[in-house]
């Protein structure tokens, strides 16, 4: 497409605007999180920190919650999504291939568990893990995030299993391969990019969650890193803001971590598994 | 075939699931509760500035280190969820052992049979140490439900060089609310405030301050309580809407943020008096400038220096296994060098006298204790902490309608019509 | 995701093969099976029941069933329905807002502009903030004396005394709007991206061929070209804000004076801060039908244009 200078002029006019509107808010995040206490609370602040101090990260880690709900925050956000792969990959091969009855009702699971407020479903989820010892517990959380999880996982794999050519299959069936043979050596390996996808995004969804983790885990040492900064925000506005600032910064670090080693393979593959579905 | 398969199949993971979490909340089980068994006790302590957080962590430690048998374990809540928290603790089974609270806030779990009476447990010299009206702020039919440990006044800081250079000397044992707006219009110049009040949370203060006039807000108790808003009860409201807006003496922005938002305001001279609770002392020390000088006022004066006595508290659910251990166990925290040690961190003010003079003589009464624990004396219990659903009107009701009217939106007669018709919607 | 749209393609029907494929199925679902019928299917079934009870908090307290009582005390419940007014605001303005941003966003980034990494980076940075994280950043930006938004509205002389925007009556909303946008924008906008790298080129080419302007172009091939996604993201964006808690929580807690009260807040409350479960189900049953019909009305109308 031929573009002429003045559209150029405002193209780069409105890139500029978007890029400060999505990058200054964490800009400002992180060089809040380096100011000392008094410079913080100073009325006139500027956009990089006078002097580079590091108290406030020191301040917030050994606050020993803060490094508790990390491990724990990293512990339920990478069990939920090694369980929510391994049970949502049968399901969306048999939805992508089967014309069996279970798929409309599995679609319409997909539908009616995205609209139903979670307020309605956490309080007999409470009530049904609570004699299975399950509330106040770490697995507990990770099945209830599986299964919650797994609605947007299963649209994503759907997508990606259809986009697998059938052919490769039935040349294997030929071989005499089982169906279950077929999944682990054939399907599995083409997958490859959706489940990245798929597990970025379930690990994602885990780590930014906060509802049901405020219901379901009450004892302090097993709460999450989003509780654990909420927290934080103390008593009658008692905010320390040049620690939680800190905090927040290392809570978005692992996430981050994740996007630059997948950025490529994320975006490429989350574009090509939609438009492919 | 099917249905077989799939009931067989949740059956046994229902007992799978039901062993891997067999191990989540008792683990001081057996609970025949004699004391020379072993037993590990949670206590949930809301402590948040640093010094009275190690200093209740002292309290623990000193406390395990004397009693093998009775272990305690520090965990760390939060006052702002502290009772949604508890809700769902209740509701779990998963109650710590001890709960830190305050009294306005356990009402609504006293009338839901969660918490254990503690008047055969406590000892004679712990009844003893705190007056009958405190007491009274805990108690509800002869029973007892907590141990009331720390009180919370709200005293005038001020900037000491701003009052010299105005001219002001507060000294005397009160200070009335018209010198309060007198001396703030003076200090009132040059796009500076006399005052900064961090009333986001206005209804705390409000019915607190209001006994200084009287207030009462609510007649009766439980269920049948009828809420009663006069002049006396708006006289605090209305004082500080003619401040800001008359007298334009108070910033209107302050109004509208949290208690330690104002402080920043309060450092750089932006306002010459803040008002607070007066814990915020402990964060004034940590945070302020070096060089800047500060000071407490005299307790503010309407027809008396009352303000309601809305003391901390440590109860007991009554589910609980151990409570004659926890019991003991808030007995020694009751001793008047604990109660002073956590006073002195949070700048509040012990609920019985041996802890005060304590105090007193660890601080010289210098950097506005002598004010701070004088202020102790004139707390007393308002009808308000005995109305069950008085969370749910000062949320729902008292909040919205007095931030409006702060932000002068609505007028006075107005405020006292929601106050009081609110009360009837969410008493329903 | 946009899979929900597209029907996934149709397997070949061999007829012969049809009973073993439901078993093959059946055993391929097994696994999840059981957690989903218990912790998502049973509790589903078991909260729109609760809200025709009057289960509540307390030690030994009888659950009984009442029948419409609840829903009939709702009807006169005018801060429940403030807060519904509230939480249609804004579901409605985040929704639209932020579908216009991420669209311009989204063709920004399908041209071959510089700087298109280093943007797409920042687009999918929100998304990698827990909402807590997020609810504390925008604290911190909007802080009436020490947060940067003021201190540049300030210099600019757009004002001259600092604005709460999170406390004050009339900016509060608003201000959480911006957030809300802020913090959906990744999603919005990759999956506008993926369906305007899905149109066929060769329409564009065609149109130029005819001399159509860009916008024209854009009017007359972009925006049909991305009916159904823009349908889909629409209609997911808008379930996902009118049921957001998180952000807002930790944002105002649904201060000041109630401005921003979303029903699911109010809910929240009426639940875990005054333990009237029964009363809190029956917040959550309207609001399911609420945005049952709203979606049926919405989705009615879109797909009805389409055919």
Redesign the interface.
């Given at each position: 497409m031929r573009t002429r200078p003045t559209a150029r002029v405002l193209q780069y006019v409105a890139v500029v605007c978007y890029l400060v509107f999505l990058g200054f808010p964490l800009l400002w995040l992180i060089s809040s999180s380096l100011k000392s206490p008094q410079e913080f609370a100073s009325i006139t602040p500027t956009i990089l920190p006078k002097n580079v101090d590091f108290s406030n990260y020191s301040d917030a880690l050994s606050e020993q919650g803060l490094v508790r709900g990390l491990m724990n925050s990293l512990q339920i956000s990478i069990a939920s999504t090694i369980l929510v792969l391994i049970v949502s990959l049968p399901v969306s091969y048999a939805l992508a291939r089967f014309r069996s009855r279970l798929r409309p009702i599995t679609n319409g699971w997909i539908l009616v568990s995205q609209v139903f407020p979670v307020i309605l479903i956490v309080i007999p989820l409470f009530m049904i893990l609570r004699p299975l010892h399950l509330t106040n517990t770490i697995p507990g959380v990770v099945i209830v995030y599986m299964v919650w999880s797994m609605p947007f996982a299963l649209w994503m794999l759907q997508g990606y299993v259809a986009a697998v050519p059938r052919e490769l299959e039935e040349a294997a069936s030929v071989d005499g391969a089982g169906r279950l043979r077929t999944i682990v050596s054939i399907v599995m390996p083409l997958l490859r990019p959706g489940l990245i996808a798929t597990a970025m995004f379930t690990f994602i969804s885990a780590w930014n969650e906060f509802f049901f983790a405020l219901v379901l885990l009450q004892d302090p040492d097993l709460k999450t890193l989003p509780l654990v900064l909420a927290r934080f925000v103390g008593a009658e506005g008692q905010v320390q803001f040049g620690p939680l600032a800190a905090a927040s910064v290392l809570a978005t670090v692992p996430s981050l971590v994740f996007f630059a080693f997948l950025q490529r393979r994320l975006t490429s593959g989350l574009l090509s598994g939609a438009v492919k579905g | 075939m099917k249905k077989v398969m799939t009931a067989l199949l949740a059956a046994s993971a229902l007992v799978t699931l039901a062993a891997c979490g067999g191990n989540s909340d008792d683990n001081g089980s057996g609970g025949s509760g004699s004391s020379t068994e072993k037993v590990t006790l949670k206590f949930q302590s809301l402590a948040f500035q640093k010094t009275t957080v190690a200093a209740t962590k002292k309290i623990v430690a000193d406390w395990n280190a004397a009693n093998p048998n009775i272990q305690v374990e520090y965990v760390q809540g939060s006052w702002d969820s502290v009772h949604d928290q508890l809700v769902t603790q209740f509701q779990g089974g998963t109650a710590p052992d001890i709960i830190h609270d305050e009294s306005a806030d356990i009402t609504g779990f006293i009338n839901q049979g969660y918490l254990a009476d503690l008047s055969p447990y406590l000892s004679q010299e712990t009844k003893d140490a705190v007056s009958q009206g405190v007491w009274d702020t805990v108690s509800s039919d002869g029973k007892v439900y907590a141990a009331p440990t720390l009180l919370q006044s709200y005293v005038v800081f001020a900037n000491t060089a701003l009052l010299k250079q105005a001219g002001i000397t507060a000294t005397g044992d009160s200070l009335s609310w018209d010198d309060l707006a007198a001396d703030a219009k003076k200090l009132t110049a040059n796009g500076k405030y006399g005052l900064g009040w961090g009333l986001k949370s206005p209804t705390a203060t409000v019915l607190n301050l209001g006994m200084n006039f009287d207030g009462q807000f609510f007649e009766g108790s439980g269920r049948d309580a009828k809420a009663k808003i006069g002049d006396a009860e708006l006289a605090v409201p209305k004082r500080i809407h003619d401040m800001a807006y008359t007298d334009k003496s108070i910033d209107p922005t302050s109004l509208t943020q949290s208690g330690s938002d104002v402080l920043p305001g309060f450092y750089a001279g932006k306002y010459a008096m803040v008002v607070g609770g007066n814990y915020a002392a402990q964060q004034i020390l940590e945070e302020a400038p070096k060089g800047f000088q500060w000071e407490v006022l005299p307790p503010l004066k309407g027809t008396s220096s009352k303000q309601a006595a809305n003391p901390q508290t440590l109860s007991v659910p009554a589910e609980g296994k151990h409570i004659e251990q926890a019991a003991k166990f808030i007995d020694y925290y009751m001793k008047a060098e604990n109660l002073a040690a956590v006073g002195q961190g949070d700048w509040l003010i012990p609920t019985t006298q041996a802890a005060r003079d304590a105090i007193l003589k660890a601080t010289g009464g210098k950097n506005g204790w002598q004010q701070t624990l004088v202020s102790g004396n004139e707390l007393t219990k308002a009808p308000f902490q005995s109305v069950e659903n008085y969370p749910k009107w000062k949320d729902q009701i008292a909040t919205p309608a007095l931030q409006e009217y702060l932000a002068n939106k609505t007028d006075l007669a107005t405020l006292g019509k929601k106050l009081n018709d609110g009360w009837g919607q969410v008493n329903s | 995701?946009?899979?929900?749209v597209?029907a996934?393609?149709?397997?070949?029907?061999r007829k012969t093969g049809?009973p073993k494929?439901?078993r093959?199925?059946?055993f391929?679902?097994?696994?999840?099976?059981?957690?989903?019928?218990?912790?998502?299917?049973?509790?589903?079934i078991?909260?729109?029941a609760?809200?025709f009870t009057d289960?509540r908090?307390?030690?030994?307290?009888d659950t009984n069933f009442i029948g419409f009582g609840n829903f009939s005390?709702l009807l006169h419940?005018?801060?429940f329905w403030d807060s519904f007014r509230i939480g249609i605001i804004w579901t409605l303005s985040v929704t639209i807002l932020q579908f216009v941003a991420a669209l311009?966003?989204a063709l920004?980034l399908n041209?071959n502009?510089?700087?298109r990494g280093?943007?797409?980076?920042?687009?999918?940075?929100?998304?990698?903030?827990?909402?807590?994280?997020v609810a504390?950043?925008?604290r911190?930006?909007l802080?009436?004396?020490?947060?940067?938004v003021n201190?540049i509205l300030q210099k600019l002389h757009l004002t001259d005394?600092?604005?709460?925007f999170l406390?004050?009556?009339s900016t509060a909303l608003p201000a959480v709007i911006v957030v809300g946008i802020?913090v959906g924008?990744p999603m919005t906008t990759?999956?506008l991206?993926?369906?305007l790298?899905?149109i066929d080129r060769s329409l564009?080419e065609a149109a130029?061929v005819d001399g159509a302007s860009?916008w024209s172009q854009f009017w007359n091939i972009t925006l049909p070209q991305l009916r159904t996604v823009i349908v889909a993201i629409t209609s997911?964006d808008m379930?996902?804000n009118?049921?957001s808690?998180?952000l807002v929580?930790?944002l105002t807690a649904g201060?000041?004076?109630?401005k921003t009260m979303l029903?699911?807040l109010f809910?929240?409350?009426e639940?875990?801060?005054?333990?009237n479960?029964g009363m809190?189900?029956a917040?959550?049953?309207v609001?399911?039908v609420i945005?049952?019909l709203f979606?049926a009305f919405y989705l009615r109308n879109r797909l009805r244009s389409e055919a």
């Amino acid at each position: 497409m031929r573009t002429r200078p003045t559209a150029r002029v405002l193209q780069y006019v409105a890139v500029v605007c978007y890029l400060v509107f999505l990058g200054f808010p964490l800009l400002w995040l992180i060089s809040s999180s380096l100011k000392s206490p008094q410079e913080f609370a100073s009325i006139t602040p500027t956009i990089l920190p006078k002097n580079v101090d590091f108290s406030n990260y020191s301040d917030a880690l050994s606050e020993q919650g803060l490094v508790r709900g990390l491990m724990n925050s990293l512990q339920i956000s990478i069990a939920s999504t090694i369980l929510v792969l391994i049970v949502s990959l049968p399901v969306s091969y048999a939805l992508a291939r089967f014309r069996s009855r279970l798929r409309p009702i599995t679609n319409g699971w997909i539908l009616v568990s995205q609209v139903f407020p979670v307020i309605l479903i956490v309080i007999p989820l409470f009530m049904i893990l609570r004699p299975l010892h399950l509330t106040n517990t770490i697995p507990g959380v990770v099945i209830v995030y599986m299964v919650w999880s797994m609605p947007f996982a299963l649209w994503m794999l759907q997508g990606y299993v259809a986009a697998v050519p059938r052919e490769l299959e039935e040349a294997a069936s030929v071989d005499g391969a089982g169906r279950l043979r077929t999944i682990v050596s054939i399907v599995m390996p083409l997958l490859r990019p959706g489940l990245i996808a798929t597990a970025m995004f379930t690990f994602i969804s885990a780590w930014n969650e906060f509802f049901f983790a405020l219901v379901l885990l009450q004892d302090p040492d097993l709460k999450t890193l989003p509780l654990v900064l909420a927290r934080f925000v103390g008593a009658e506005g008692q905010v320390q803001f040049g620690p939680l600032a800190a905090a927040s910064v290392l809570a978005t670090v692992p996430s981050l971590v994740f996007f630059a080693f997948l950025q490529r393979r994320l975006t490429s593959g989350l574009l090509s598994g939609a438009v492919k579905g | 075939m099917k249905k077989v398969m799939t009931a067989l199949l949740a059956a046994s993971a229902l007992v799978t699931l039901a062993a891997c979490g067999g191990n989540s909340d008792d683990n001081g089980s057996g609970g025949s509760g004699s004391s020379t068994e072993k037993v590990t006790l949670k206590f949930q302590s809301l402590a948040f500035q640093k010094t009275t957080v190690a200093a209740t962590k002292k309290i623990v430690a000193d406390w395990n280190a004397a009693n093998p048998n009775i272990q305690v374990e520090y965990v760390q809540g939060s006052w702002d969820s502290v009772h949604d928290q508890l809700v769902t603790q209740f509701q779990g089974g998963t109650a710590p052992d001890i709960i830190h609270d305050e009294s306005a806030d356990i009402t609504g779990f006293i009338n839901q049979g969660y918490l254990a009476d503690l008047s055969p447990y406590l000892s004679q010299e712990t009844k003893d140490a705190v007056s009958q009206g405190v007491w009274d702020t805990v108690s509800s039919d002869g029973k007892v439900y907590a141990a009331p440990t720390l009180l919370q006044s709200y005293v005038v800081f001020a900037n000491t060089a701003l009052l010299k250079q105005a001219g002001i000397t507060a000294t005397g044992d009160s200070l009335s609310w018209d010198d309060l707006a007198a001396d703030a219009k003076k200090l009132t110049a040059n796009g500076k405030y006399g005052l900064g009040w961090g009333l986001k949370s206005p209804t705390a203060t409000v019915l607190n301050l209001g006994m200084n006039f009287d207030g009462q807000f609510f007649e009766g108790s439980g269920r049948d309580a009828k809420a009663k808003i006069g002049d006396a009860e708006l006289a605090v409201p209305k004082r500080i809407h003619d401040m800001a807006y008359t007298d334009k003496s108070i910033d209107p922005t302050s109004l509208t943020q949290s208690g330690s938002d104002v402080l920043p305001g309060f450092y750089a001279g932006k306002y010459a008096m803040v008002v607070g609770g007066n814990y915020a002392a402990q964060q004034i020390l940590e945070e302020a400038p070096k060089g800047f000088q500060w000071e407490v006022l005299p307790p503010l004066k309407g027809t008396s220096s009352k303000q309601a006595a809305n003391p901390q508290t440590l109860s007991v659910p009554a589910e609980g296994k151990h409570i004659e251990q926890a019991a003991k166990f808030i007995d020694y925290y009751m001793k008047a060098e604990n109660l002073a040690a956590v006073g002195q961190g949070d700048w509040l003010i012990p609920t019985t006298q041996a802890a005060r003079d304590a105090i007193l003589k660890a601080t010289g009464g210098k950097n506005g204790w002598q004010q701070t624990l004088v202020s102790g004396n004139e707390l007393t219990k308002a009808p308000f902490q005995s109305v069950e659903n008085y969370p749910k009107w000062k949320d729902q009701i008292a909040t919205p309608a007095l931030q409006e009217y702060l932000a002068n939106k609505t007028d006075l007669a107005t405020l006292g019509k929601k106050l009081n018709d609110g009360w009837g919607q969410v008493n329903s | 995701m946009t899979a929900t749209v597209t029907a996934p393609p149709e397997a070949p029907i061999r007829k012969t093969g049809r009973p073993k494929q439901n078993r093959e199925a059946i055993f391929l679902f097994l696994p999840a099976l059981l957690p989903v019928l218990l912790l998502s299917v049973y509790p589903l079934i078991r909260g729109i029941a609760l809200g025709f009870t009057d289960a509540r908090a307390g030690l030994r307290v009888d659950t009984n069933f009442i029948g419409f009582g609840n829903f009939s005390r709702l009807l006169h419940n005018g801060l429940f329905w403030d807060s519904f007014r509230i939480g249609i605001i804004w579901t409605l303005s985040v929704t639209i807002l932020q579908f216009v941003a991420a669209l311009g966003l989204a063709l920004l980034l399908n041209t071959n502009i510089k700087f298109r990494g280093v943007a797409r980076t920042l687009a999918l940075i929100p998304w990698a903030m827990p909402p807590v994280v997020v609810a504390i950043m925008w604290r911190l930006l909007l802080h009436p004396t020490n947060g940067p938004v003021n201190e540049i509205l300030q210099k600019l002389h757009l004002t001259d005394h600092p604005i709460n925007f999170l406390g004050d009556f009339s900016t509060a909303l608003p201000a959480v709007i911006v957030v809300g946008i802020w913090v959906g924008m990744p999603m919005t906008t990759v999956t506008l991206l993926a369906g305007l790298q899905g149109i066929d080129r060769s329409l564009y080419e065609a149109a130029a061929v005819d001399g159509a302007s860009a916008w024209s172009q854009f009017w007359n091939i972009t925006l049909p070209q991305l009916r159904t996604v823009i349908v889909a993201i629409t209609s997911l964006d808008m379930i996902w804000n009118f049921n957001s808690f998180g952000l807002v929580y930790v944002l105002t807690a649904g201060g000041p004076g109630g401005k921003t009260m979303l029903p699911m807040l109010f809910a929240y409350n009426e639940a875990f801060r005054y333990g009237n479960f029964g009363m809190a189900a029956a917040m959550g049953d309207v609001m399911v039908v609420i945005i049952i019909l709203f979606l049926a009305f919405y989705l009615r109308n879109r797909l009805r244009s389409e055919a």
